[in-house]
């Protein structure tokens, strides 16, 4: 008989072969027996708001569309033509039908004063804002400040109490692109952004997406996928 709290060299000796007759393993009540954890589900808070910079663009649906999966009811999307087309029309039905209330608003974020004047409107009107993704992804051939200063403006007006803070950035801040040394610039920038917000302890991630063959700008675009690769 095997009185153990190792059961895992209990079977060994089984494995050995040098046992004789049957062999029975006792387990006491206050036995503690190593498990593998549950990973943890993914849920948000129904009492809360979530907002999504460009959450209207083809990159930036995904991460709506899986708030709304895993429970939240509240979503803040900005937008450039804040559901002015019938395929954004459509997208915030369904998001609609599915429970979640969500709010669109026409917002230039490279402008401090809009920024500010968002942040105060809805934290009145609606549940307190507990995430951020700033998703935004767009190859123009254009001046890059603005975007910096928005990027800037924007991460540090959010509500500090927030459970994450998202940037999906590029792997050509990485990597480089020679046809676009602003959109390249901007992704340097954004992951330096993120790590400047953790160094002042609050929450940040910049993620370097790789190029997004199904949705956004590579499908919408012809000659986007030529000029990034």
């Known amino acids: 008989m095997f009185v153990s709290v190792s059961h895992s060299s209990n079977l060994a000796s089984l494995q050995a072969g040098k046992h004789m ?5 006792s387990v006491t009540p206050d036995m503690m027996v190593p498990v ?33 999966e895993h429970g939240a009811k509240s979503l803040i999307i900005l ?17 609609y039908r599915a429970g979640c209330a969500a709010t669109v608003v026409s917002c230039d974020v ?23 993704i700033y998703a935004d992804m767009v190859l123009e051939m254009r001046q890059f400040a603005p975007r910096f200063r928005a990027a800037g403006a924007f991460i540090h007006l959010a509500d500090h109490d927030l459970d994450f803070f998202i940037i999906p950035s590029s792997l050509v801040g ?37 190029m997004a063959t199904s949705v956004g700008d590579v499908v919408q675009n012809k000659g986007v996928a030529e000029r990034l690769t």
């Open 21 to 25: 007759g049957k062999v029975v393993m």
């Open 36 to 68: 593998i954890a549950m990973p943890k589900q993914l849920s948000f808070r129904p009492d809360s708001s979530y907002m999504i910079m460009g959450g209207l663009g083809g990159i930036g649906r995904s991460p709506c569309k899986k708030f709304v």
């Open 79 to 95: 937008s450039r033509n804040a559901g002015g087309t019938k395929g954004s029309q459509q997208f915030l039905n369904k998001l």
């Open 110 to 132: 490279s402008y401090e004063s809009q920024v500010k004047a968002l942040m105060k409107s809805y934290k009145a009107e609606l549940p307190p804002i507990r995430g951020v």
């Open 174 to 210: 990485v990597s480089g692109s020679a046809s676009q040394a602003n959109y390249t610039a901007k992704g340097t920038f954004q992951d330096a952004l993120a790590k400047h917000r953790r160094e002042e302890h609050l929450t940040a991630v910049s993620i370097d997406l790789g």
